[in-house]
């Protein structure tokens, strides 16, 4: 009971990234809290998912296997996460920002009458007094997350209505195993209880998924360019650099909306979120929405010919000039030194 919740979402037996930070988080949230980290899964292959997740510090794992829960559709895991909270009544439930949390969050928490905070990058526990009512809330979940175009940072949190919801995005919190030989408890729960054969009107019939050919949140060298960059043209010289790094190469919306970059490239608010060693950016000016999917990076270097660029307060290294003409001169000084 109050128990602290984490949805998982899986693929072929393999847990997304994204609930595997939700863990790590999670397990962190809970000891602040008291209490124990539960997890749920609703699919197939269940028994490889209990061995990648107990080791993240998960007291108990729920789960639910059936073919027909696989792969995902709406009802049948809408049911099963309404039915389980009305019983177990958690205190905080966390998803991913997917594609899969985006649909499933809002229909629990409207089932169940309780708040839910979308993309959220970053999640706390604390206090908050209610003067008007002088009343005071005790470890309520805040949730925060970009408001506003990115113009602001909200604080949000549900005072009365449980479970506390919300989707995280990818990337914005630390993965870290916390005991591989952690012993929690699994529960397997006849799906027939929670589902009615009506969830099950709709079946997938043919399923495709194109992989990104991009990997940028997994590269340890980001080489990023911005709208200040130029021109596509420009552009790559970004590559070019990257290839003498062994880097990846990444964006900002504004690169990507002027057609600079594909979109699989896209760093920020509304693209990936990225922590590499190395991150070299390149004509950006360092809107808020950008920084927030970069600024985990361990050392960051501007190049950009605006000294005042919002990105330069961030960044551990400054470099005041034109892409055009910093850009070839790192590449040259790289090779000469690295012979």
């Not at 602001?152 to 914005?172: F, H, K, L, S, Y």
């Not at 990507?256 to 699989?264: I, K, M, P, Y």
């Not at 990076?297 to 055009?324: R, T």
Request: aromatic share 6%.
């Amino acid at each position: 009971m109050n128990n602290l919740f984490v949805y998982l979402e899986t693929e072929n037996g393999v847990v997304a990234e994204v609930s595997l930070e939700l863990l790590t988080k999670g397990r962190s949230l809970a000891n602040e809290l008291g209490c124990r980290l539960e997890a749920i899964v609703a699919g197939v292959n269940t028994d490889a998912v209990a061995k990648q997740v107990i080791q993240y510090g998960v007291d108990v794992l729920h789960i639910f296997d059936d073919e027909r829960l696989y792969p995902y559709t709406t009802l049948p895991h809408t049911s099963i996460l309404v039915e389980l909270f009305k019983k177990e009544q958690p205190q905080i439930c966390l998803m991913g920002a997917t594609i899969i949390g985006r649909d499933l969050g809002p229909r629990v928490s409207s089932a169940l009458g309780s708040g839910l905070t979308a993309d959220c990058t970053s999640l706390e526990i604390g206090d908050h007094e209610e003067k008007k009512a002088n009343k005071v809330y005790e470890n309520l979940l805040y949730q925060i997350r970009p408001a506003f175009g990115g113009s602001i940072v909200a604080w949000i949190i549900n005072p009365d209505c449980r479970p506390q919801m919300a989707t995280v995005r990818e990337g914005v919190m630390k993965k870290e195993i916390l005991d591989k030989n952690y012993k929690g408890e699994i529960i397997v729960h006849d799906v027939n209880e929670y589902v009615s054969e009506s969830d099950f009107v709709v079946s997938v019939i043919d399923r495709h998924i194109e992989v990104s050919k991009v990997n940028i949140k997994d590269s340890p060298i980001i080489v990023a360019g911005g709208y200040g960059v130029g021109s596509k043209e420009n552009f790559d010289l970004l590559y070019k650099l990257a290839n003498v790094l062994g880097a990846e190469v990444g964006a900002s919306r504004a690169a990507v909306d002027a057609g600079f970059a594909e979109a699989d490239r896209q760093i920020g608010q509304t693209g990936v979120t990225v922590r590499p060693k190395l991150y070299i950016a390149c004509g950006i000016s360092g809107q808020i929405q950008h920084i927030a999917g970069m600024q985990e990076s361990s050392l960051i270097i501007s190049i950009n010919n605006d000294p005042n660029a919002p990105i330069n307060a961030i960044a551990d290294y400054v470099i005041n000039g034109d892409v055009e003409t910093v850009v070839p001169k790192l590449i040259k000084y790289y090779r000469q030194n690295s012979k």
